[in-house]
C-alpha cells in the first residue's frame, strides 16, 4: 500500500501570494494533522481534520486554512504568504484522531517565500 | 519553557558507540513517541511508547512516567544510524488527541 503521499515536494512563492498544498492519506486512514518545521526546530502542530471536520487547531493565524475531502485527502491553504513562512509543511495520517493511534507521516513540502 | 525538551541538540560518535538521546516533558501525556528525521525532511515514526521499554532491532527506548522522562538508547551505532532523532507527546495537558508536540530534535552523526 502507498504511504502518506503530498504535492508539490517543492514550491517558491513571492511575499503577498497564497498557495495550496495537498495530501493523501494511507487507504483507511481518516484523520489527517498538518505541521510546519522550520529548519533547525521541531515540527509545530497546525490543524488536525477528522472525518471532514477541524477537530484541533494551533497557534496560527487565520491565514492559515485547512479542509479535508470526501476521500480523507485535505488541502492546507497559505494566503498573503510571509517570508517567515518558509519551512517544511507535513502531513500526517492516522486511523483516528486519537492518541493511541500511531500517525504516519507523508515526505513534506518545503516551501520557499522569496 | 518547552513542553518538550531533548538533550543533547548534537552528538557525535564513532561507529560501534552506545547511544544515549534524553527527552524530558513538563505535561501530562498519553503516549510518547521517538521519531527519525533524515535530510531531505521525511519523518519515520521509530516507537510510541506509554510505559516500561520497547526494543526494535539496535533501538531501544524506555519510559519513566513518574519522572516524566524517556531514553532512546542505539547499540553498535552506525553511520547509516545519522540522523536528526526527534522526541514527540500526545494526548494530556495543552495537546489533545492526537496532535502531537514535538522536541527541538537531536542531530546524531556517526562516523566510521
Known amino acids: 500500500d502507498a504511504g502518506v503521499t503530498q504535492s508539490p515536494t517543492h514550491l517558491i512563492k513571492t511575499r503577498g501570494q497564497q498557495v495550496t498544498l495537498r495530501c493523501s492519506p494511507i487507504?483507511?486512514?481518516?484523520?489527517v494533522s498538518w505541521y510546519q518545521q522550520v529548519l533547525g526546530q521541531g515540527p509545530q502542530f497546525i490543524f488536525q481534520?477528522?472525518?471532514?471536520?477541524?477537530?484541533g487547531r494551533g497557534n496560527f493565524p487565520d491565514r492559515f486554512s485547512a479542509r479535508q475531502f470526501p476521500n480523507y485527502s485535505s488541502e492546507l491553504n497559505v494566503n498573503a504568504l510571509l517570508l517567515g513562512d518558509s519551512a517544511l509543511y507535513l502531513c500526517?495520517?492516522?486511523?483516528?484522531?486519537?492518541?493511541?493511534?500511531?500517525?504516519?507521516f507523508g515526505p513534506g513540502t518545503r516551501l520557499t517565500v522569496t | 519553557k518547552n513542553e518538550v525538551e531533548q538533550s543533547p541538540q548534537n552528538l557525535t560518535a564513532q561507529e560501534g558507540e552506545f547511544i544515549t538521546i534524553n527527552c524530558s516533558y513538563s505535561?501530562?501525556?498519553?503516549?510518547l513517541h521517538w521519531l527519525q528525521q533524515h535530510p531531505g525532511g521525511g519523518i519515520v515514526s521509530l516507537f510510541m511508547?506509554?510505559?516500561g521499554k520497547k526494543k526494535h532491532g539496535r533501538l531501544i527506548a524506555t519510559i519513566n512516567i513518574q519522572e516524566k522522562h524517556s531514553s532512546l538508547h542505539i547499540t553498535a551505532s552506525h553511520p547509516r544510524d545519522s540522523a536528526v532523532y526527534i522526541c514527540?507527546?500526545?494526548?494530556?495537558?495543552?495537546?489533545?488527541?492526537?496532535?502531537?508536540?514535538f522536541g527541538e530534535g537531536t542531530q546524531l552523526t556517526v562516523n566510521p
Open positions: 500526517a495520517s492516522s486511523l483516528q484522531p486519537h492518541s493511541s493511534y500511531e500517525q504516519y
Open positions: 505535561v501530562g501525556i498519553s503516549a
Open positions: 514527540a507527546v500526545s494526548g494530556g495537558g495543552e495537546t489533545s488527541g492526537s496532535r502531537l508536540t
Open positions: 511508547l506509554s510505559s
Open positions: 481534520y477528522y472525518e471532514k471536520e477541524e477537530r
Open positions: 487507504s483507511g486512514h481518516k484523520s
